[in-house]
């Protein structure tokens, strides 16, 4: 999947505020088929890119899955969560953002930063 310059840009923003508000160590921007399209991570975090997004891919329809089977409505997020870091798959139209962290007190935050913007994204790439 590739993005013409004024998509780009416009992810870019998003992704740019997200990091912004949060205290992530890794975030990515993934097609639903588990292709990466953009990926940060801060100075020293170790974590492969590729694994990432091919983990968040399956977790994500895994809990599309379930979700429809038991009769709820749309799967928003999947939150996975440590007893020192925490994960979270935003579900934005035809693409879903990750986020890990190692700041477990930022949750909160973090879900409701990623519930806005994985809507203005889902918005306009539904």
């Known amino acids: 999947m590739s993005l013409n310059e004024t998509d780009a840009n416009e992810l870019s923003a998003y992704l740019a505020n997200i990091t912004k508000n949060t205290e992530l160590d ?60 925490f994960m979270v798959i935003s579900s934005a139209g035809r693409f879903f953002l990750i986020g890990a962290s190692r700041v477990i007190k930022d949750l909160g935050k973090t879900v409701t930063v990623f519930r806005y913007y994985a809507g203005k994204i889902a918005e306009l790439y539904p």
């Open 26 to 85: 890794a975030l990515a921007l993934v097609s639903r088929e588990g292709m990466r399209l953009a990926f940060s991570a801060v100075p020293g975090y170790q974590i492969n890119p590729d694994s990432l997004c091919a983990m968040g891919a399956v977790l994500l329809q895994s809990g599309e899955e379930s979700v429809n089977k038991i009769g709820f409505n749309k799967l928003i997020e999947v939150v996975l969560r440590g007893k020192k870091s």
